[in-house]
Nanobody
Framework: QVQLVESGGGSVQTGGSLRLFCAFSGRTFSSYSMGWFRQGPGKEREFVAAVSWGGSYTVYADSVKGRFTVSRDNAKNTVALQMNSLMPEDTAVYYC????????????????WGQGTQVTVSS
């Protein structure tokens, strides 16, 4: 059974930065594509970013492109989301997810989910 544990959330002001981490355990990490999703107050869960098994392919939501960077370390079984130039609309609970297959942006394709970490951006 895969377990995902996010960390690194917090509160920042507009323009600030945060780095989220997700620790993976229970299976072979390099067999899984990894994604980040978020759910803001009163909103549906939405795709943020994803990275392929080896880390060479990444995909981003238009709303975060150029500001967020997803990366993974297969030696440490971790995936990170570097978030720069944060805006109030980035406020949400951020979730890490694992997919035993090719990278995908649809949340219903992901097999495992973390518990989420809160990110709050104030103006």
């Amino acid at each position: 059974q895969v377990q995902l544990v996010e960390s690194g959330g917090g509160s920042v002001q507009t323009g600030g930065s945060l780095r989220l981490f997700c620790a993976f355990s229970g299976r072979t990490f390099s067999s899984y594509s990894m994604g980040w999703f978020r759910q803001g107050p009163g909103k549906e869960r939405e795709f943020v970013a994803a990275v392929s098994w080896g880390g060479s392919y990444t995909v981003y939501a238009d709303s975060v492109k150029g500001r967020f960077t997803v990366s993974r370390d297969n030696a440490k079984n971790t995936v990170a989301l570097q978030m720069n130039s944060l805006m109030p609309e980035d406020t949400a609970v951020y979730y890490c997810a694992a997919l035993n297959g090719p990278t995908n942006t649809a949340p219903d394709r992901y097999d495992y989910w973390g518990q989420g970490t809160q990110v709050t951006v104030s103006s």
